[in-house]
Structure formats: structure tokens, C-alpha cells
């Protein structure tokens, strides 16, 4: 599927993201890396009394394996890495609002209370001795909001930034300003630990700075 991308650098890794998220692509960027963007499709739903960390984990490697079956080549060195972020309160999944209702509903929860955002990460490719393997890893950070009122909410509502987002807002964007203290990476409630892909990476036998441009 992907003849002729190693020209000039016939044995150059290619990491490949099965996701269409802009800011998952923005956080690899900012680590001189372009990956090749080839967004998964896959049901998310839940399953029943399905954990968090479980959901993240089965949804990152469900990604990131509906991807390899469709370009990974053995005799190459692709990498595909899969990702899955959601919002955790009161044992509650926050995942992207359908609604503005769901937007409001899910910002009440979270005002002037801490939630948990957690991310899995999962890579398809080749460990050391050339087997094609999955590896797959979760992130977890802390983060406390300020207490909001309703008109604090509307206004982001109308802002449109909500949407989209796991938990209805982003800590990169305007949501940011909700936020007291986090306990973890930055990066991870943006949506991708990029240390967290490192170690996973590392069990392949690869690490990101292999994928520098």
C-alpha cells in the first residue's frame, strides 16, 4: 500500500497514526514527526461495566490493528500507533458530546472537582527479532477545575470548542482556563502521552526519535 514512500531511504521506519485527531498530529509534529494519518474505523461503543483503562486500552489496539491489516508490510519497518482518550468522574465514561446538553451536563460534573483523563496507546509492528506484535500501554492524569458557573459554560458552549473533545473541553484551547492543577502530563489530557508511546515504542525496539524527519 505504500510502494515507493522509501526512496532515497529504503530502511527508514514509517509511523503510521490511526487517528484523524489534529492535536495527536500536532503533538507528534512538535517532535519532528510526520506521520503518515490513516484514521481507523471502529465501534467505540462501551462495552457494559466496562473500566476505563480497559476501554482506552481495547479501543487504542482495536485502532491500531484495523490499521496494521491494511498496511503493514513485514518486509518494511511500519509502525502503527492507535490511541483512545476519555473522561473519568464519579466512575462515569465522559467520551465527545453528541449534544450541547451533553456538553453542559458533562462541564457541571466536572466543576470544582477533580477527574481522571486517561489514554490508551497501542503500537502495531515488529519487535526485535522481526515478529509483527501489539504493545499497548495506558496514561493517567489528575486534573482539578475551578468551579464554573452557567455562564461560563454557555459561553464555551458557544465557542464551539467542546465538540469533539473528550470531557467537552481542551486543556490546549480555551477550556484550559477551567483548569487549577494537573497531576501527570500535559500532553496525555491533550490527548497523546508522547513519553508513554516512547516506552511502547521501545518495546518494538524503536523509539521516537527513530521517526524524526
Not at 503493514?72 to 449534544?99: C, M
Not at 495506558?138 to 469533539?164: H, N, R, W
Request: charged letters at 25%; one cysteine or more; aromatic letters at 4%.
Amino acid at each position: 500500500m505504500w510502494a515507493g514512500r522509501h526512496e532515497g531511504a529504503e530502511h527508514a521506519p514509517m509511523l503510521v497514526l490511526a487517528s484523524s485527531s489534529p492535536r495527536r498530529t500536532e503533538l507528534l509534529s512538535s517532535v519532528g514527526i510526520e506521520p503518515v494519518v490513516t484514521p481507523a474505523d471502529i465501534d467505540e461503543t462501551p462495552h457494559p461495566s466496562e473500566a476505563a483503562t480497559d476501554l482506552v486500552r481495547r479501543l487504542a489496539t482495536a485502532k491500531a490493528e484495523a490499521v496494521a491489516a491494511t498496511c503493514i508490510d513485514d518486509t518494511e519497518p511500519t509502525y502503527v500507533l492507535g490511541a483512545d482518550t476519555v473522561v473519568t468522574v464519579d466512575n462515569e465514561i465522559l467520551g465527545k458530546p453528541v449534544d450541547g446538553d451533553d456538553v453542559r451536563r458533562a462541564l457541571s460534573l466536572l466543576s470544582g472537582r477533580r477527574h481522571e483523563v486517561m489514554t490508551g496507546v497501542a503500537v502495531v509492528g515488529h519487535d526485535p527479532s522481526g515478529h509483527r506484535t501489539t504493545h499497548a500501554a495506558v496514561a493517567t492524569t489528575s486534573v482539578e477545575f475551578k468551579q464554573l458557573d452557567e455562564a461560563e459554560i454557555e459561553a464555551y458552549l458557544a465557542s464551539g470548542e467542546p465538540m469533539g473533545k473528550a470531557g467537552s473541553y481542551a486543556i490546549q484551547g480555551r477550556g484550559g482556563l477551567f483548569v487549577r492543577r494537573i497531576d501527570g502530563t500535559h500532553d496525555n489530557v491533550v490527548g497523546l502521552p508522547l513519553a508513554v508511546v516512547d516506552d511502547v515504542l521501545a518495546l518494538h525496539g524503536r523509539r521516537l526519535r527513530d521517526f524524526s524527519q
